[in-house]
């Protein structure tokens, strides 16, 4: 087994650092309620640093992204361009508002802004729907159109000799099997 085998076929780093932030800046948004509910300033304090660090990775990852795209514009289909044109676009209104966001916490001074608090948290479940949003697009444009996929990777050589006739799994069994074919290659069609 070779270490990092994985990580050498990348073709950019966005698809690595787009984790970071989609983690880190639900998981501030958490700490603030948490920390609202329970009266915790500590709880605030860790929002206020995984929004800072979700910032940081979100510039990342929106950077890497948009390199990312330039090489790959020229092989993907019209509806994957028109994915990633809405990706990308919604994606930079997150990190602006990630952005915004970090610099109000770091002007007021305190762990969370006592004075506009609902507004902040109102800009700060906007940005997480429309993070969570954009996110989708982007796994739409792998999972549906097969961008960064390379063409001759293993999964997708199986067949009927694998069970994979046909079969697409989905989240919580969830999908049409009348669009998608029986589960087993050995079951009628």
């Not at 085998?5 to 501030?28: K, W």
């Not at 996110?135 to 001759?152: E, K």
Request: net charge negative.
């Amino acid at each position: 087994m070779e270490f990092f085998a994985g990580l050498r076929e990348v073709p950019n780093l966005h698809m690595v650092v787009v984790h970071f932030p989609v983690a880190l800046l639900p998981v501030s948004l958490l700490c603030d309620v948490l920390g609202w509910i329970g009266g915790s300033r500590d709880l605030h304090a860790v929002g206020r640093w995984t929004l800072w660090l979700g910032a940081i990775a979100a510039g990342v990852a929106v950077w890497t992204g948009i390199d990312g795209a330039d090489d790959i514009h020229a092989y993907v289909t019209d509806a994957a361009e028109e994915l990633m044109t809405q990706h990308m676009n919604l994606q930079l209104g997150t990190l602006g508002a990630a952005v915004g966001l970090s610099f109000w916490r770091l002007v007021v001074g305190t762990p969370y802004p006592e004075r506009g608090g609902a507004v902040y948290f109102v800009i700060a479940a906007a940005m997480i729907v429309n993070l969570l949003a954009a996110s989708d697009l982007g796994g739409q444009m792998v999972f549906v159109h097969g961008v960064a996929v390379r063409a001759d990777a293993d999964s997708l050589q199986g067949g009927a000799e694998k069970a994979h006739a046909g079969h697409r799994p989905h989240l919580f069994g969830l999908g049409d099997e009348k669009q998608h074919g029986p589960t087993h290659a050995h079951e009628e069609r």
